[in-house]
């Protein structure tokens, strides 16, 4: 009983800090789009501002899938494992359930390329 307690507990701990995480990052990749939408742009500005829509996009798209399905990874015995633990997750269709598990792993992949990219173009923008 305590065991399956145990486990039942981090499932459910899991939920939560995922529920927040992506509705948190979600919110503020949406106010990053917002920003630069309605900010002004000048002559050096496109260096720097495309890689920041495309990172606010991928990152909203990434949120919100780890905020409705609560999608994680963890790397096993040098083996990416990826897994959804959502409580809304059994209630999406299998069809979009299979889309967003694959737009979601994309964006988690190309996290590591966008967030390098974007600070070396405004680094090299502003320099």
């Known amino acids: 009983k305590f065991i399956e307690f145990h486990h039942m507990f981090w ?3 899991m939920r939560v800090i995922l529920s927040i995480e992506g509705i948190t990052g979600a919110t503020l990749n949406l106010l990053l789009l917002l920003f630069l939408f309605c900010t002004n742009s000048g002559p050096s500005d496109p260096a720097y501002r495309v890689p920041l829509y495309v990172f606010g996009f991928f990152g909203f798209l990434a949120s919100s899938s780890i905020a409705v399905m609560n999608f994680t990874h963890i790397f096993i015995d040098d083996t990416f494992v990826v897994f959804l633990i959502g409580v809304l997750e059994p ?3 299998e069809e979009w359930r299979a889309a967003g598990f694959l737009i979601a792993l ?3 992949s190309y996290m590591w390329i966008l967030i390098p ?4 173009l405004q680094l ?3 320099s």
């Open 11 to 13: 499932i459910y701990f």
């Open 91 to 93: 209630f999406i269709p």
């Open 106 to 108: 994309t964006c988690v």
């Open 117 to 120: 990219s974007t600070t070396t």
């Open 124 to 126: 090299t923008a502003l």
